[in-house]
Every structure is written in C-alpha cells, then in structure tokens.
C-alpha cells in the first residue's frame, strides 16, 4: 500500500493506514448503499483485508474521522484507487454522519 497522508488529530495514525477515500467509501457500502463498490476497485485482496482490519480496530474514531473528513480541501490532491473526486468523498461523508445522528 502506498504510504498515505499524516492526519493530525485522533486516531490518524490509523486513518493513515486506511486512507480517507477507502473508510468513507467503505461505511457508505456497509451503512448506506450495498451496491456502493468503489472501495473494492483497483485494490489487492491484501490491501483491502489490512484496510477491513484496521477499519474493525479503529471504530471508536468514524464518527470524529467523517467530520475531519468534510473539512479536507486537499481530497483532489492525489487519485484514489476507488475514483471517487472530493466532492463525493465529502458529501458521502455528511450522509453518513447524519445516519449516525439519528441513532
């Protein structure tokens, strides 16, 4: 896996582990949209079972991480494997707190 960005708040050493784009993706599948699967694309079967595991182990920081998350200006910066602009990444993101709102 390539090395990822260095977030500097809680738990980012572990977001760095997963990648921004990959854990918003992933929640929006498991969460929101079964049929949501860019969080598969253009990863190895290695990559996207470390990524699982550090997304089990890292529960505790999702809600803070997608509210980090909607403030990144840089999501452009570098192509993720999913193809998903910052935008998407973003506005999955507001989705996904607003279900985690309501519980």
Same mark, same amino acid.
């Given at each position: 896996?390539?090395?990822?960005?260095?977030?500097?708040?809680?738990?980012? =050493?572990?977001?760095? #582990?997963?990648?921004? *784009? *990959?854990?918003?993706?992933?929640?929006?599948?498991?969460?929101?949209?079964?049929?949501? #699967?860019? *969080?598969? #694309?253009? $990863?190895?079967? @290695?990559?996207i079972?470390? /990524?699982?595991?550090?997304?089990? #182990?890292? /529960? =505790?920081y999702? =809600? &803070? *991480?997608?509210?980090? !998350?909607?403030?990144?200006?840089? $999501?452009? &910066?570098? @192509?993720?494997?999913?193809?998903?602009?910052?935008?998407? !990444? &973003?506005?999955?993101?507001?989705?996904? !707190? @607003? /279900? $985690? =709102?309501?519980?």
């Open positions: 896996m390539a090395k990822g960005h260095d977030f500097n708040f809680e738990g980012g =050493e572990i977001l760095s #582990k997963i990648a921004a *784009w *990959w854990l918003v993706s992933y929640k929006y599948y498991l969460e929101i949209d079964k049929t949501h #699967k860019n *969080w598969s #694309k253009n $990863l190895t079967e @290695k990559s079972s470390s /990524r699982k595991s550090n997304y089990i #182990k890292s /529960r =505790e999702h =809600e &803070k *991480w997608l509210i980090e !998350i909607t403030k990144m200006n840089n $999501l452009d &910066k570098h @192509k993720n494997s999913g193809n998903l602009s910052g935008n998407e !990444i &973003k506005a999955m993101a507001h989705e996904l !707190i @607003k /279900r $985690l =709102e309501k519980r």
